[in-house]
């Protein structure tokens, strides 16, 4: 018997099937003029998605990677609050709904879900892409300007992804809050890029005012250590890369690493890792060398040797994003320690 299709799989699959019909270059196209809007910190006041052919061409191109990311950031904030399953869920500027997918993944079973976005032409589409999915058939797809005036249903969870980077900063400022209000907990992902993370610390000490508790990534409620201007907290997902992804970045692999910055933050009780791992590990003859973001409020370098038997192995295996240590591998080496 045949396992069952992943949710990335099928929706893949799906997306696939959405460009039917669609001739290549005209997908490529609209993918490289759409590409600089979402990228850019440009607000806009009109739906950049204009029609079904914009939609799905930036949908087969942008969904698998949107997906990847909220599902790594999701996954995190799962195994923060590991008794909780959201019961509802509103997506706030979904378009065609890859976050929803992602929460799909996540948590098994049905719930309500409501999508809210202005673009007409990206509901439509995300309804008829969820017709695949048994979980989201139900969903409801509502157009709503998003903005200071957005009225966010009461919910479990709300989600808010590659949102921010379209409004002008009292509108973020406004939706932020309004989320807060109706919701238990809060996931926003932005890009991963240095303005990306300013958004998203904007958005995180606004939610810490709310009386939220950030589960994940940080595993504090505290200050940022980063000193502005001077890095950026981000991580990676790795993407599938569809035919599309090629023709439009060129090059031959059959994969590419999503950046993205996010914040997971709940009124739940939750319990943060005791570090998370915010650089690629460097594995080094002997030893590995790991940047952490730490409970104590610092970042800090781990060096971590064949002498620590086990938990050398665990570093091996550590991949950037990553909780350290390991659940069931103790406490974390000293900074510094010898190799």
Not at 278 to 294: H, S
Request: net charge neutral; charged share 25%; glycine share 8%.
């Amino acid at each position: 018997m045949n396992a069952p299709a992943s949710a990335a799989d099928t929706l893949r699959s799906t997306l696939a099937g959405v460009l039917d019909g669609l001739p290549p270059r005209q997908a490529a196209s609209a993918v490289e003029r759409l590409i600089s809007n979402y990228r850019g910190d440009t607000p806009t006041n009109a739906p950049i998605l204009r029609d079904r052919a914009d939609v799905a061409a930036y949908a087969a191109y942008r969904m698998p990677a949107t997906f990847e990311a909220v599902r790594a950031a999701l996954e995190a904030f799962a195994d923060a609050v590991p008794q909780w399953v959201p019961g509802s869920h509103v997506d706030i500027g979904g378009g065609t709904g890859a976050a929803t997918w992602a929460v799909a993944a996540t948590w098994d079973g049905e719930r309500p879900v409501t999508v809210l976005d202005w673009a007409e032409p990206a509901l439509a589409l995300g309804r008829e892409i969820a017709g695949s999915h048994p979980a989201l058939r139900g969903a409801q797809w509502r157009r709503a300007r998003i903005g200071a005036a957005l009225e966010v249903p009461e919910t479990d969870l709300v989600t808010v992804s590659y949102v921010l980077n379209e409004l002008s900063a009292p509108d973020r400022a406004a939706l932020v809050e309004a989320a807060a209000a109706a919701a238990r907990s809060v996931v926003i992902v932005e890009a991963g890029t240095p303005a990306g993370y300013e958004r998203i610390i904007e958005a995180r000490d606004r939610l810490i005012a709310a009386g939220f508790r950030v589960a994940a990534p940080c595993p504090h409620s505290a200050a940022c250590p980063i000193v502005p201007g001077t890095d950026w907290c981000h991580f990676a997902a790795r993407v599938s890369r569809s035919s599309l992804h090629r023709q439009v970045k060129g090059g031959s692999l059959a994969y590419e690493d999503e950046k993205f910055s996010y914040v997971a933050a709940t009124r739940l009780p939750a319990e943060p890792v005791p570090a998370r791992i915010v650089r690629r590990p460097q594995i080094r003859k002997g030893q590995v060398l790991l940047d952490l973001c730490e409970a104590d409020e610092r970042l800090r370098r781990t060096t971590v040797t064949k002498r620590h038997g086990d938990l050398y192995k665990a570093a091996r295996d550590a991949e950037w994003g990553d909780a350290w240590p390991p659940p069931g591998d103790g406490q974390a080496v000293p900074s510094g320690s010898p190799g």
